[in-house]
């Protein structure tokens, strides 16, 4: 700005002006000097006529202490789309605002901003990092990410969903909350933080402050907010020193004062994350940190004093916790100690152990506890006098064991009685405490058949309203569950309510007015109390045909109810008006739905194709597309995920937040041989992550989401078709209704599912299998005796050690186990020799891939022991010999083999996928060790690849692009090691001449078609490779049934030895003898054995329907012995096949069968999970030993050379190693 | 107006907020960091990258004042938009203690902030002389002796250049404010 001369004179003037003491004299000398110009006279009178400014701008211009607190002050900046309002508090990394978004929505958010950037590297990482971290996270109880990023001003920030609500402790006070409720509150955050730990993040800092409750339609709900300090526990982005760097630089000593030290709030800290080792947190340190939420929600104080005033050091406060025990609860409540003192003192304990080892190992389980305490179940926490056990158990079965109670003696019985009596008195306090259980805990539950509607209510905990169960008694199909809460079955205790002039297709529950609401097919809808028999407050006649489902608004206010005349109309629940009626197709709509945010709508009809809708016009706004066959189903889940599964079978998934992209198909048929699959029903678990599907033909398909994807985990056949389904609140048990009118209960384990399956009407029997587990031995003679009495059998009570090793082979390789015999494979040495360490242990991974190191290695030498031991044996015929291999080999995930080899080192070993379309969705679970050293994948989208373990840079390469998967592998001939001979399955429409035998050679990776196999243009099937170098194949030559063949290949030779004609279509069993000359299978209801070296074969008719049967030839391969459905034992002479005895099993029938070397003792495994001995000779049973409770049985028995060990794997999973002495027959 | 004063800008000033930012919440935890200090440290660190760029920035006192005018700006920019947004958000500034003082509380003075730096801007290419004396009372916070003794003149002088800069900086508010 060029200098003006009047302008600088003006200011010389005014200073001069200012240097005359009276206004007098400051005229006198305007006068005196401005007369000549009359502007600048103006300017300086109106800057004098402006008064004193002296201070005024004073004001204005901050003191140094107003400086800071503006560099701090954040409040206005704009940061990206987002204002900040208000200053919410200060994490670890930063602090948090209120922030108001303009666009592309208008709305509230949080927003944490990390001020500054002075070291770019570490700290941009770690925000980084956050921020995938917390974009991981998708569950209602979780604050939801929106936005991440870092802005040009310099700020890097993560906008998080707004939680308007109160701290969980002071809402706990300020709504004078039970122990009850609190619990409940208390299970929603556990699994908040479960739900992080299975994506792999570590809270860190979980406090009051940080759990946060909000009232969602009028329900209380937790937020967990600040995973501010989460850290992924697997992530490496920052190393210690650069925490360090961290630490000293910008912190300033504020966070990390010393080293790596964790941030964490101290009197909610666990121990370890006071040690300067950060290695040292791991999700076992959020299991304190509950522990420490719960007991200030039961005490309403914190477990330790800190007091910052004092300046105590974090480190003099850890010593403090590591020193001084815990004050119990129960010690420190002033309303409530009665109640805490047992169970809660324990459970509150147990998680807040200063060794991380002795507490809980998982969310999932404190949360098991504090549900069994809500159930009045025994929990694990404590070591607990045995009658207390014994009681809860009593509490809970008094039904089913009433009838056990007329074998015991009086004495006993009197004594039990007035121990029972004492506790009830005892307990009559606690049920007083749960009477005010809230709306939200009770929820209608019905079980509809036709034209009547069904309740069952729980008597055990009847007076507390909290727990109804559903059931459908009788032979109808259970049309619809619905149900939230669910304790125990007691097939007795069924209540009519009332019934429909039709049939009823559809009900639901409105928990909160306690009523269930059905819909007949004479279009009907009825409101009835669910609690009062025979009370309807509304009756709607709908006018819409049949109904085909009905569906409630997120706020309860609406009910819709979807027409076979093509409409959806929509009900005011309170005074029953039609509000809206929605023309949706021609014909009929089979089922509608609202997203859980409101808003959306959706509508599932034979129009194919699903629709969705907008709320609240109800305008179309995508036409979801599927096959031209009808949608029979749909769900929405907690996230707008999608699903809809049509009549032809096939079930997809999309989701409602994008429409338009592709959504993912899965073809749950289960069987080749079976036809088309309905889906009937499928539903999604409350948090969204499980989906359940069910078929007309009795399959269970339960999927879980796996990054995003849902994959089949479990699969599990009924006798009848599947109609409905229901998970619990907790999602650790699923009811399943079938067209028989039975209701199945299963068990969902903490991970995956499932162990074990519950059929109500056995349910005494299988009642809390999980208790029976856990509790292991000191519960086995209770257990015995309930077996006992609920049978009605008199043998003796066996009470012998249960020597158990048990193996969880779950989640990926269950399917496999079930379908494929040779999951044992790799787990025998080229001796034959079974070697435990070597076994697929995918729960390892679930651990390792937490980070959690210790658990791997614990169990690791476990196994390890347990491979001393095992050495002494072989499991002579659970495969065909091996090559040694170096480790125990198993799929982390889609891309990467991890292995352990002996010096327990992990490596993983990346699949890369080559340009050439590989493996599409190479499933690594499916993959052979042969060789040594080489690996291959077998991959489900087709081809395969072989990788070299001992080589670093392994390159995979290409086998064949197929569309299918490949079917099996035969191993290498010892002549030439490096040739594997494998097939696929062939497709549909493939052309019925193609090849699909190939023989690869696997050092240059060429597969060429095998042309010495016969042309076959059916299925194959492998029944067994009966010595190296010869296999014998199933397979249909033509397009009848009636032209099956068996033939036996020889590999050396890569020719045909025999063929041989058989008829008829199924095969199931394949043991191999011994000697590895004879077969057997059984072919619908014929037995046959085939001499491999002769061809010939012997067939033996059986009297019983196709079923899978277990026989086994004798160690001498002169004898074989099968299992026959009608409870009896036959034995063949394998020459002739003259019968040379028969024998009555006790019990169900045998699903596996095994000799000792000698041939005189015969071991059974039943349905039943019961393992019985036969003397061959006595032909009589030596002994029974009651394994395993599980209705899926013991699927495989070996006894070990020497006969001192026997090895049974049961149906889900387990393997248990049984001294033989504990049988009685040594 | 922040490239023609001279300031620093982008990535060095956001580097400079951030470590001042640093250096004061360690100050005020500790109690022991003087402002001064913390302007000497921030130089300190800063000055190679200072050289580099800025030339009239080498003493500790132009990047001192340079600093704590920007901060100036920005506080009183961020309050302007707060307001703005509260609007937007649908609430009611009036409920916010910090709007409701006298004289229009916060925003007004957030207003006049921003005037006051219109108005220097004007003002120092006018009146050096003036101008070094509202740059030691404004931003070192000098008092009128210690003023004098850093600029060499007398007390007298120091008191009515600043009497005078301040009447002309408020009339030039003024007359901003009716624009």
């Known amino acids: 700005m060029p200098q003006s001369t009047p302008q600088r004179s003006v200011l010389v003037i005014l200073e001069t002006l200012l240097g005359l003491d009276s206004l007098e004299e400051r005229e006198a000398w305007i006068r005196e000097n401005l007369s000549a110009a009359p502007e600048i006279e ?72 990390l001020h500054g950037d002075l070291d770019e590297q570490v700290e941009i990482k770690r925000f980084q990092r956050e921020q995938q971290v917390l974009a991981r996270l998708q569950h209602p109880n ?41 619990l409940e509150l208390f299970i929603q955050c556990c699994w908040a933080i479960e739900h992080a730990h299975q994506k792999g993040i570590i809270h860190r800092d979980i406090k009051p402050s940080n759990v946060l409750v909000t009232q969602v339609n009028q329900v209380a709900s937790i937020k967990v907010i600040d995973f501010g300090i989460a850290k992924a526990q697997w992530s490496d982005t920052y190393s210690e020193e650069s925490i360090r760097t961290l630490g000293e630089r910008v912190l300033g000593g504020e966070i990390l004062t010393e080293g790596g030290r964790s941030p964490g709030t101290p009197p909610f800290m666990s121990p370890e994350q006071g040690s300067l080792d950060p290695h040292m947190v791991d999700t ?69 152990e200063i060794e991380p080892h002795s507490r809980y190992q998982s969310v999932s389980e404190l949360i098991e506890d504090v549900n069994c305490y809500q159930h009045e179940l025994p929990i694990r926490a404590v070591m607990q006098s045995p009658w207390r056990r014994t009681y809860k158990f009593v509490r809970r079965n008094r039904i089913a064991l009433g009838a ?37 805990i009770l929820a209608g539950s019905l079980g509809l058949r036709q034209g009547s509607v069904q309740i069952v209510k729980d008597s055990l905990v009847k007076s507390s309203k909290d727990s109804w169960v559903p059931t459908a008694v009788g032979s109808d199909r259970v049309q619809r569950l619905d149900w939230r809460l669910l304790n125990s079955l007691q097939p007795n205790q069924s209540e009519l309510l009332g019934e429909t002039d039709g049939k009823i297709y559809f009900g639901l529950s409105i928990p909160e007015r306690r009523e269930l609401v059905v819909a007949d097919n004479r279009s009907n809808i009825v409101f009835m109390d669910a609690e009062t028999p025979g009370m309807r407050r509304l009756e709607i006649v709908a006018g819409q045909k049949d109904i085909n489902g009905l569906a409630l608004s997120p706020d309860h206010r609406t009910v819709a109810s979807a027409g076979d005349d093509g409409s959806v109309k929509f009900w005011d629940v309170e005074t029953g008006q039609l509000q809206r009626t929605l023309r949706v197709s021609s014909e009929h709509v089979f089922q509608c739905k609202w997203s859980a945010n409101g808003q959306f709508f959706c509508t599932a009809g034979n129009e194919p194709g699903l629709f969705v809708w907008s709320v609240p016009n109800y305008e179309l706004v995508h036409k979801l597309p599927s096959s031209e066959i009808d949608l029979e189903c749909m769900d929405i889940g907690p996230q707008g995920q999608l699903v809809y599964g049509a009549a032809d079978g096939i079930v997809r998934i999309g989701s409602l937040d994008g429409l338009d992209q592709q959504v993912q198909s899965l073809v749950l048929t289960m069987s080749r041989v079976t036809h088309v699959n309905r889906c009937s029903v499928v539903l999604f678990s409350h948090s969204g992550d499980m989906l359940g599907v069910g078929l007309d033909n009795g399959f269970l398909v339960l999927l879980r989401r796996i990054a995003g994807v849902y994959k089949p985990v479990e ?41 074990s399956t519950i059929n109500f009407r056995r349910f005494y029997l299988e009642a809390h299998p999980s208790v029976f587990l856990r509790a292991g031995q000191e519960y086995a003679s209770l257990w015995d005796y309930v077996t006992k009495a609920t049978q009605g059998a008199t043998r003796e009570s066996v009470s012998g050690e249960l020597d158990r090793v048990e193996l969880e082979l779950n989640d990926y390789s269950l399917p496999k186990l079930q379908y494929n015999e040779n999951y044992v494979r790799e787990w025998l040495d080229e001796n034959g020799e079974f070697h435990p360490e070597w076994v697929e242990f995918p729960t390892f991974v679930q651990f390792k891939e937490k980070g959690i190191e210790l658990h791997f290695s614990e169990r690791f030498s476990e196994w390890k022991e347990a491979g001393k031991l095992g050495e002494q044996f072989s499991l002579r015929s659970w495969g065909p010999h091996r090559k040694r291999i170096s480790g125990v080999f198993w799929g982390a995930d889609e891309t990467s083999i991890k292995t352990l080899s002996e010096d327990r080192t992990v490596r993983s070993l990346e699949l890369r996928y080559s340009g050439a379309g590989l493996v599409q969705q190479a499933s690594v679970d499916n993959f052979i060790v042969f060789n040594g050293d080489r690996v291959m994948v077998n991959g489900a989208g087709g081809g395969a690849l072989v990788l070299n373990l001992s080589d670093t840079d392994s390159r995979p390469v290409s086998v064949e692009n197929f569309d299918r998967e490949i079917a099996a592998v035969i191993y290498p001939t010892p002549g030439h090691p490096d040739v594997v001979y494998g097939w696929r399955t062939p497709r549909e429409a493939e052309s019925r001449r193609s090849q699909k035998f190939f023989r690869l050679n696997t050092r240059d990776m060429v597969a060429e078609p095998l042309t010495s196999m016969p042309v076959i243009d059916s299925l194959w099937q492998l029944l067994g490779v009966v010595s190296r170098e010869r296999l014998v194949l199933f397979y249909r030559s033509g397009e009848s049934s009636e032209d099956s063949s068996l033939v036996c290949w020889n590999a050396q030779t890569e020719e045909v030895e025999w063929k041989i004609g058989v008829s008829g279509e199924k095969c199931f069993v394949r043991p191999v003898s011994d000697c590895g000359r004879f077969i057997a299978f059984v072919i619908e209801n014929t037995l046959h054995w085939v001499d491999v070296d002769t061809g010939k074969m012997i067939r033996i008719e059986l009297e019983l329907d196709n079923r899978e049967l277990a026989c086994a030839f004798s160690p001498d391969s002169k004898y074989i012995v099968t299992s026959l459905n009608i409870n009896l034992l036959r034995c063949y002479r394998v020459s002739d096949g003259g019968l040379e005895w028969s024998l009555q099993v006790a019990g169900p029938e045998a699903l596996d069968i095994d000799w000792s070397q000698d041939g005189q003792t015969l071991v059974a495994v039943g349905l039943d999970g019961v393992l019985r001995t036969y003397d061959t000779t006595l032909r009589q049973m030596t002994s029974e030993f009651a394994l395993f409770n599980s209705d899926r049985g013991i699927e495989k028995v070996k006894l070990s050379p020497k006969e001192d060990w026997l090895f049974v794997k049961s149906r889900n999973g387990s393997l248990y190693r049984i001294p033989c002495k504990s049988l009685g027959d040594h | 107006m922040g490239e023609k004063m001279g300031f620093p800008s982008g990535g060095l000033y956001a580097e400079l907020r951030a470590l001042a930012y640093a250096l004061m919440r360690r100050e005020n935890r500790r109690h022991t960091l003087s402002p001064t ?10 000055r190679p990258r200072i050289e580099e760029n800025f030339e009239e920035l080498r003493s500790t006192k132009a990047l001192f004042i340079v600093t704590m005018r920007r901060i100036l700006i920005d506080h009183a920019r961020r309050r302007i938009s707060r307001e703005k947004a509260l609007r937007g958000a649908g609430l009611d500034p009036q409920r916010f203690s910090d709007f409701l003082d006298a004289n229009g509380g916060e925003l007004r003075k957030a207003q006049r902030l921003l005037l006051l730096e219109e108005a220097l801007e004007t003002f120092y290419p006018s009146f050096p002389e003036h101008a070094k004396v509202v740059e030691n009372r404004f931003f070192q916070r000098m008092t009128i002796p210690q003023c004098a003794t850093a600029l060499g003149i007398s007390e007298a002088t120091v008191q009515r250049r600043w009497e005078a800069s301040e009447m002309w900086l408020i009339d030039k508010i003024r007359e901003l404010e009716q624009r």
């Open chain 1, 284 to 352: 076992r340190s959020d299991v304190y940190s509950l522990g420490a939420l719960l007991y200030t929600l039961l005490t309403d104080c914190e477990p330790y004093d800190w007091d910052t005033r004092e300046g105590r050091s974090v480190d003099e406060f850890i010593k403090t916790v590591k020193t001084k025990p815990l004050e119990l609860p129960s010690k420190r409540s002033v309303v409530w100690a009665s109640q805490l003192r047992g169970d809660l003192d324990a459970i509150v304990s147990k998680a807040m």
């Open chain 2, 37 to 46: 200090d913390l302007f000497h440290e921030a130089y300190v660190r800063l």
């Open chain 1, 142 to 182: 979780i604050a939801h990410i929106y936005d991440a990023g870092k802005v040009d001003s310099g700020y890097s920030y993560i906008a998080m969903e707004y939680v308007n609500g109160l701290q969980f402790h002071e809402y706990c006070r300020r709504y004078n909350l039970s122990i009850r409720e609190r």
């Open chain 1, 404 to 440: 056990g109670f007329l074998v015991i003696s009086s004495l006993v019985i009197g004594l039990l009685f007035s121990i029972f009596h004492w506790l009830r008195a005892r307990d009559s306090e606690r049920v007083a405490t749960q009477s005010r259980v809230g709306a939200y």
């Open chain 1, 42 to 113: 103006q300017e300086i009178r109106k800057l004098l006529s402006s008064g004193s400014a002296a201070g005024a701008l004073d004001d204005l211009v901050p003191t140094m202490e107003q400086l800071g607190e503006y560099l701090r002050d954040l409040r206005g900046e704009e940061i990206g789309p987002y204002v900040l309002l208000e200053k919410l508090g200060s994490g670890g990394m930063g602090d948090v605002y209120l922030a108001h978004q303009n666009t592309p929505i208008k709305r509230l958010v949080a927003i944490k901003v």
């Open chain 1, 715 to 755: 699969r599990i056949k009924f006798r009848s078709g599947v109609t409905s389904l229901a998970f619990s609140s907790d999602e650790k048990r699923l009811a399943i209704g079938d067209t028989l009118g039975n209701l199945h209960l299963l068990q969902l384990q903490e991970h995956w599912p499932m162990t």
